[in-house]
T-cell receptor, first 111, second 114 residues
Framework: GQQLNQSPQSMFIQEGEDVSMNCTSS?????WLWYKQDPGEGPVLLIA?????ELTSNGRLTAQFGITRKDSFLNISASIPSDVGIYFC???????????FGKGTRLHILP | GAVVSQHPSWVICKSGTSVKIECRSL??????MFWYRQFPKQSLMLMAT?????????EQGVEKDKFLINHASLTLSTLTVTSAHPEDSSFYIC??????????FGSGTRLTVV
């Protein structure tokens, strides 16, 4: 089936550092979505991207829809303790309602 | 914004029994509902897609007789895990689709089969 390759799998950073994670695929996507999931909860949408090349910010978060439509990245600037969690990319293929998820990036912030 | 209410948030059941999980879209009409399963430290895996009033479409490898999905109205979809076994223990999450909100996820149901 379709796969999204998300990296890194996990990150250990100091508070205040910037974070970058990305997703790539061999398939072309119409939509890229970035979610955060806290333990025992459903994913919460952070940023949605609908056009190739689109760069969108949500507070300290910035995400871009790759020009080739096969990749996307998410940056978090000046990380704070509440940024800890798992971040998932998700993509919607052309002509399909369903979205598929990357394997997630687990963000840890060192005290 | 859109809200999907998912119940129960957790359930423990005996092996061989059935469990029903409900998802309700509270302030929008979910024409399509997606059901995911998530094992510990893994990603969300799509199990099935259901459209209101029609049969669900299951992903490859998902047993339709074991995971019964009903989407009888635009605001309610249910997933019934029939004859549950310990290997069915997982975190089940629904997601409703409606423009302009896009995809809205429920808060998940932790199923433990003992």
């Amino acid at each position: 089936g379709q796969q999204l390759n998300q990296s890194p799998q996990s990150m250990f950073i100091q508070e205040g550092e910037d974070v970058s994670m990305n997703c790539t695929s061999s398939s072309i996507f119409n939509t890229w979505l970035w979610y955060k999931q806290d333990p025992g909860e459903g994913p919460v949408l952070l940023i949605a991207l609908y056009k190739a090349g689109e760069l969108t910010s949500n507070g300290r978060l910035t995400a871009q829809f790759g020009i080739t439509r096969k990749d996307s990245f998410l940056n978090i600037s000046a990380s704070i303790p509440s940024d800890v969690g798992i971040y998932f990319c998700a993509g919607q293929l052309a002509g399909d309602d369903k979205i598929i998820f990357g394997k997630g990036t687990r963000l840890h912030i060192l005290p | 914004g859109a809200v999907v209410s998912q119940h129960p948030s957790w359930v423990i059941c005996k092996s061989g029994t059935s469990v029903k999980i409900e998802c309700r879209s509270l302030d929008f009409q979910a024409t399509t509902m997606f059901w995911y399963r998530q094992f510990p430290k893994q990603s969300l895996m799509l199990m099935a897609t259901s459209n209101e009033g029609s049969k669900a479409t299951y992903e490859q490898g998902v047993e339709k007789d074991k995971f019964l999905i009903n989407h009888a109205s635009l605001t309610l979809s249910t997933l019934t895990v029939t004859s549950a076994h310990p290997e069915d223990s997982s975190f089940y999450i629904c997601s409703g689709l409606d423009s302009p909100y896009g995809y809205t996820f429920g808060s998940g149901t932790r199923l433990t089969v003992v």
